[in-house]
């Protein structure tokens, strides 16, 4: 930290009067905004690989002389493990599409954006890539069998076989070498891939798409960029306006590649079946593995997407992967419980102890657990035995007795200014659980007049979980 302000120092002949820590990414390297007084700012980094640094100031700087939209490296430290970069500021292309995202229905406004990031594309991969020295590439120089066996393991093992879905590793195998041969037989031009090329990697100034992130970047198929934001799993494209999208990357690549219509669409294909394999792999690393839920809520839509690409060519070329992606696609649908949308997600669950208490797979830690068993039981008289917390004859008997009523106000007296700090500081879940002995009936009414009474309150998601009577619902 104190190497970032001298840093800034050092560039801007001011001190730092602030230095803020900004929402991590997917990766491990750290980011700062820090200020000065009068206004004047810059993006702070702090890297964990000093060959990841090295490459991306490399190319940075290389952008930068073609004179292309990436943020410019003002200071770097002796070690080069810190820098500073240019502040683009806080408008993601991911933000600033967001309401399209969430609905599916994309503006004209949002449209036009996404075409003017697929149409600034080429211009990335081809100018970009004329005279870089792609040896600094990290972690290598460019896209090669290793790296597809790579990324189809990284699937397999990842993701795969943590989801218990049963498979022929030797035909899987098998599969996975000729997607490889056909993967770098295909008839794609190459030039600078970015690996990771997605809305959160685009930033939005004065209209215009700049683009940051590169630094896994290394010499590939251009078609593999292409694929990873078309085919984004979040976003989610209607099939119109993915067509509207390549049509205008490939009017935007015709002055630097001669490309065939129907052989380039027909190799986009074989990269988005590719490289959905490995976005999976690398759900399944977050999300599983290192315990960030929101990258599971993408899972079915990656799915989704596969499937709407296999073809009885596939299912004849790759037989075992085809029958392992028709597994995983019925055994995940989407349902209301998928939201990434950016805002706060309120997750209420209702239990029964005799299950144990439910966990958070957003990996936040669980939030808060009330106990319901002091409250009046309905479930100890016959008449109620077979109704459950949400049937009129049990929320009559419960809302007589009044406890649970007292209970859920105090419940919300201590909850909602959480719900506050936590929209002021922007964070994205929380988990509220409420059990009783059986799960059915008093933990049921709980969770779902407190869920409806978040909902009413708060401009935030609100997904009510009902585990022993197997009810889920997002309610707003």
């Not at 995983?328 to 649908?333: A, D, I, Y």
């Not at 016959?382 to 809302?399: C, Q, R, S």
């Not at 209970?407 to 500081?425: C, G, M, W």
Request: some cysteine; charged content about 25%.
């Amino acid at each position: 930290m104190e190497t970032l302000k001298a840093l800034f120092r050092d560039y801007f002949g001011a001190e730092a009067a602030s230095c803020e820590k900004l929402a991590a990414s997917g990766g491990y390297r750290t980011y700062f905004r820090l200020k000065a007084a009068d206004g004047r700012s810059a993006i702070g980094t702090i890297g964990t690989v000093a060959e990841e640094n090295r490459a991306f100031l490399t190319i940075a700087r290389h952008f930068a002389s073609k004179e292309l939209n990436v943020p410019r490296v003002l200071k770097v430290s002796e070690d080069g493990m810190k820098y500073l970069q240019a502040d683009l500021g806080d408008v993601s292309l991911y933000s600033a599409i967001a309401e399209g995202r969430k609905t599916g229905d994309y503006s004209a406004a949002e449209r036009d954006l996404l075409e003017k990031t697929v149409a600034y594309l080429p211009k990335l991969q081809f100018e970009g890539g004329e005279g870089l020295d792609f040896s600094v590439c990290y972690p290598q120089s460019s896209f090669d069998r290793r790296n597809i066996l790579f990324d189809l393991n990284y699937f397999k093992y990842d993701y795969l076989k943590l989801t218990g879905v049963p498979f022929d590793e030797i035909a899987l195998q098998d599969d996975f070498e000729r997607l490889a041969d056909d993967l770098l037989a295909a008839d794609c031009p190459a030039g600078f891939m970015y690996r990771d090329f997605q809305g959160r990697n685009v930033m939005l100034c004065d209209g215009q798409p700049w683009f940051i992130d590169f630094q896994g970047g290394r010499r590939g198929p251009v078609c593999y960029d292409l694929a990873s934001f078309v085919w984004q799993a979040s976003a989610h494209y209607p099939a119109a306006l993915r067509e509207d999208l390549v049509n205008a990357y490939v009017k935007a690549a015709r002055p630097y590649a001669d490309l065939d219509n129907d052989t380039f669409r027909a190799t986009l294909r074989l990269f988005v079946l590719f490289r959905t394999l490995q976005v999976l792999g690398a759900y399944g690393f977050r999300g599983y593995i290192e315990k960030k839920g929101y990258f599971i809520a993408s899972v079915p839509y990656a799915l989704a997407n596969v499937a709407s690409i296999i073809d009885d060519g596939y299912r004849a070329r790759y037989p075992q992967l085809c029958g392992v992606l028709d597994a995983l696609s019925q055994s995940v649908r989407l349902d209301e419980s998928s939201v990434e949308d950016g805002r706060l997600t309120v997750e209420v669950t209702s239990f029964s102890f005799r299950q144990g208490v439910p966990a958070d797979k957003s990996g936040n830690g669980g939030g808060y657990v009330f106990d319901c068993r002091s409250l009046a039981n309905p479930g100890r008289y016959e008449p109620y035995k077979k109704f459950n917390g949400l049937d009129a004859n049990v929320i009559e008997f419960l809302e007589k007795d009044g406890g649970i009523l007292v209970f859920l106000e105090q419940v919300k007296t201590l909850v909602f200014p959480h719900i506050d700090k936590f929209i002021e500081r922007g964070f994205t879940h929380m988990m509220v659980s409420f059990g009783c002995t059986g799960g059915q009936h008093r933990s049921v009414y709980s969770a779902q007049h407190f869920a409806e009474a978040v909902a009413a309150a708060y401009d935030v998601n609100v997904i009510v979980r009902h585990t022993a009577i197997n009810v889920t619902k997002r309610l707003k």
